[in-house]
């Protein structure tokens, strides 16, 4: 059995503060890990992917990936309101993702 | 945004009726995937395709049925809806092969069914 595990929140941080978001991974042979947000009532929005471990940037997020420890992150800098949302982790591998249940993310004015 | 388009958007059906969802793509993407969503399980794999005619079972597939006639058509069969299969079902396409290069998938809208 496949598994993504997930804190499933909800984690709240004040406006303009770094957001981190975890997810742990059962499955060794998972090539590919994305990084989706998904408002209320909203479809999945995909906004990170990453293949290798390391870091990878794009504007306010950041994915890191260890794929010895089975752990990918998402950090978000400077947090907005608009910011609040589920953030679900999926790794992938011989033609499907498997996703986490989700990070519910707050983020106060 | 990506051009999918999910039909009906909301469906409201009694137990043992046959229930057909409809997903359609203007990307011209070879894969195309049916998901379900519901509190404290994630996102489940139902069915995917791979080319027209051509479609595997995904993790939950029992009491689905899928066909694919043409590249931007994927439908969804309940053939006998039951209370279990209430949910909300996202279609999704990828221009690769999910989990692979260029399998990132891009979702609609999705379709809301309630099973009475």
């Known amino acids: 059995q496949k598994e993504v595990e997930q804190n499933s929140g909800p984690l709240s941080v004040p406006e303009g503060a770094i957001a981190s978001l975890n997810c742990t991974y059962s499955?060794?042979?998972?090539?590919?890990f994305f990084w989706y947000r998904q408002y209320s009532g909203k479809s999945p929005e995909l906004i990170m992917s990453i293949y290798s471990n390391g870091d990878k940037e794009d504007g306010r997020f950041t994915a890191q990936l260890n794929k010895a420890s089975q752990y990918v992150s998402l950090l978000i800098r400077d947090s907005q309101p608009s910011d609040s949302a589920t953030y679900l982790c999926a790794p992938g591998s011989q033609g499907n993702l498997i996703f986490g249940k989700g990070t519910k993310l707050s983020v106060k004015p | 945004d990506a051009g999918i388009t999910q039909s009906p958007r909301h469906k409201v059906t009694e137990t043992g009726t046959p229930v057909t969802l409809r997903c359609h793509q203007t990307e011209n993407h070879r894969y195309m995937y049916w998901y379900r969503q519901d509190p404290g399980h994630g996102l489940r794999l139902i069915h995917y395709?791979?080319?027209?005619?051509?479609?595997d079972k995904g993790e939950v597939s029992d009491g689905y049925s899928v066909s694919r006639s043409k590249t931007e058509d994927f439908l969804l069969t309940l053939e006998s809806a039951t209370s279990s299969q209430t949910s909300v079902y996202f279609c999704?396409?990828?221009?690769?092969?999910?989990?692979?290069?260029?399998?990132?998938?891009?979702f609609g809208e999705g379709s809301r069914l309630t099973v009475l």
């Open positions: 395709s791979y080319g027209v005619k051509d479609t």
């Open positions: 499955d060794r042979g998972s090539q590919s």
């Open positions: 999704a396409i990828s221009p690769g092969l999910a989990g692979g290069p260029g399998g990132e998938l891009f």
